[in-house]
């Protein structure tokens, strides 16, 4: 049973004056969340500045993790791919059309308003450079919001809208949390008990750390509590058609070991010819699966 959904979600530091009323060009900044690929590396070239006037960037507008494969990954359904990386059903490797191009091109096209080092950012150094006050935005699971550390500079600045759209459309990547119970249990009637009270009270688990549920009813049920203020951009996220599972076959975490996190840390490389490495990856892939 799914017992927690817990999508990608851009995050916004709404730290500053100058967020309301900055000018570029003769042109008031809205304040309001990106919605399109376009949009949001705009708001990120905005974001990335000098504080402090040191001559050093203090502030990126966003970051760009290569370390992780799946906020790529939610950038290929947005590009409107409705197979990720492969069809799991029939093994066509997908990787190297269009769409995953336009994905992989999009992707890099933010590395210069992010922080150095991309090639080794991962969810955990991405989390803690937002918190710091670091970045200005980023593409985060849904739990990031109520996980904000108490002393943290952005802590009560923090707004999340649903995750932003492509050609495709809007598109997360679900990360499902599942209960289930094992054929050769020795108290399966009690293992399936407890999951149907699970399922039946899904809303206890908003109240945990990680603040998640599944069933939209437990999503409503914090309907304007303090704390939840994430939940309408969760289910938004959720319901978009585009927002896809990742592959159901046995050989994933292998192709995303060997092929996926490879390819993305060669592709924040200069000078990377994303062609080039999406072909090299369906070669890999191709190699896996057989």
Not at 44 to 53: P, S, V, Y
Not at 76 to 83: I, P, T
Not at 113 to 133: E, I, K, M, T
Request: charged letters at 25%; proline letters at 7%; hydrophobic letters at 35%.
């Amino acid at each position: 049973m799914d017992q927690l959904r817990d999508p990608l979600l851009p995050h916004r530091s709404l730290r500053g004056p100058e967020e309301q009323g900055r000018l570029r060009g003769g042109v008031r900044v809205s304040a309001r969340s990106p919605t399109t690929w376009e949009q949001y590396k705009d708001a990120a070239e905005f974001f990335t500045r000098d504080t402090d006037d040191d001559g050093e960037t203090d502030l990126y507008g966003t970051d760009v993790k290569a370390a992780v494969e799946t906020e790529w990954l939610a950038t290929v359904s947005q590009a409107g791919e409705e197979h990720m990386v492969l069809d799991a059903e029939t093994n066509e490797i997908t990787i190297d059309d269009e769409a995953h191009k336009a994905a992989l091109d999009y992707y890099v096209s933010l590395l210069p308003y992010a922080p150095s080092g991309a090639a080794q950012l991962d969810w955990a150094g991405s989390q803690n450079l937002f918190y710091q006050g670091q970045l200005a935005m980023m593409r985060f699971w849904g739990h990031a919001y109520r996980q904000t550390p108490d002393d943290s500079p952005v802590k009560d600045d923090i707004g999340v809208a649903p995750m932003i759209g492509g050609p495709g459309g809007v598109a997360g990547v679900p990360g499902a949390w599942y209960l289930s119970a094992p054929s050769t249990g020795k108290n399966p009637e009690a293992a399936k008990d407890f999951i149907q009270f699970a399922y039946e009270h899904n809303d206890l688990s908003a109240d945990t750390s990680l603040g998640l549920v599944a069933r939209k009813s437990a999503f409503e049920s914090k309907a304007g509590t303090a704390g939840y203020e994430n939940y309408p951009a969760l289910v938004a996220t959720l319901e978009s058609p585009r927002s896809l599972p990742r592959p159901a076959t046995e050989n994933w975490q292998e192709i995303v070991d060997s092929a996926l996190v490879p390819m993305l840390q060669k592709a924040v490389e200069p000078g990377a010819d994303t062609s080039k490495l999406l072909e090299e990856a369906k070669g890999q892939i191709e190699a896996i699966v057989e």
